[in-house]
């Protein structure tokens, strides 16, 4: 079975500063790999994703992230904090015919 | 319409209560998804439906039924609830079948439910 590990269930950086939420998973071939967003009182949005190709993947509102297969991780990062940025982010796979959801990590950003 | 909407937005009930939580999707999209959010926990799979037929069922209690009459809509009909039932209840869409390359999933705002 797949899974997904989030270090870190809450993260805060101050605003301005780097974003770097941590995602690792467990797979035996590369999975597909998803980051998603959910603001508060709202459904999950998608942020980037990657299937196949080149493994730095830009997605919206300024979000990165990197497929690292030897470390098995695809972490998230954001080169400056915003304040909108506030959010609860899921890293999630694709494996066989479902998605695996990690728990979520909670980015605060502090004025 | 944004794409994916549900109602109820929030939902209380008793554990003797009958209730439906209805999903709407305006993408076009032919698999319809409901998941559960618990807080700390990850997201659960419910069911999968591919053209208005159901695909997976993870292994849900029966006090959940699902229903989806067409490729649009999908309901979770709820009887007889016990209190850790209560959890946001989010629906989803793909156009693909579930578990392609594409992988999307569009999300509703989801149904908040308690049940006392």
């Known amino acids: 079975a797949q899974s997904v590990t989030q270090l870190g269930s809450h993260v805060s950086v101050s605003e301005g500063a780097l974003v770097l939420l941590r995602c690792n998973y467990s797979?035996?071939?590369?999975?597909?790999l998803f980051w998603y967003v959910q603001y508060p009182n709202q459904g999950l949005q998608l942020l980037l994703k990657?299937?196949?190709?080149?493994?730095l993947v830009k997605g919206i509102n300024g979000f990165e992230a990197e497929f690292k297969k030897s470390e098995t991780s695809f972490h998230l990062t954001k080169p400056s904090a915003h304040m909108s940025d506030a959010a609860e982010y899921f890293c999630?796979?694709?494996?066989?015919?479902?998605?695996?959801f990690g728990t979520g990590t909670s980015l605060t950003v502090i004025p | 319409e944004t794409g994916v909407t549900q109602t109820p937005r929030h939902l209380v009930m008793g554990m003797t209560n009958k209730k439906s939580l209805k999903c709407e999707q305006h993408?076009?999209?032919?698999?319809m998804y409901w998941y559960k959010q618990s807080a700390k926990k990850p997201l659960e799979l419910m069911f999968v439906?591919?053209?208005?037929?159901?695909?997976e069922n993870n292994s849900v209690p029966s006090r959940f039924s699902p229903e989806c009459p067409n490729s649009s809509h999908l309901f979770l009909h709820l009887h007889t609830l016990q209190p850790e039932d209560s959890a946001l209840y989010l629906c989803?869409?793909?156009?693909?079948?579930?578990?392609?390359?594409?992988?999307?999933?569009?999300f509703g705002e989801g149904s908040r439910l308690t049940v006392l």
């Open positions: 990657y299937t196949t190709g080149a493994t």
């Open positions: 797979s035996s071939v590369p999975p597909y």
């Open positions: 999630a796979v694709i494996s066989g015919n479902q998605f695996y």
């Open positions: 989803a869409s793909s156009q693909e079948p579930p578990g392609s390359n594409t992988g999307e999933l569009f």
């Open positions: 439906y591919n053209f208005k037929e159901q695909t």
């Open positions: 993408l076009g999209h032919n698999a």
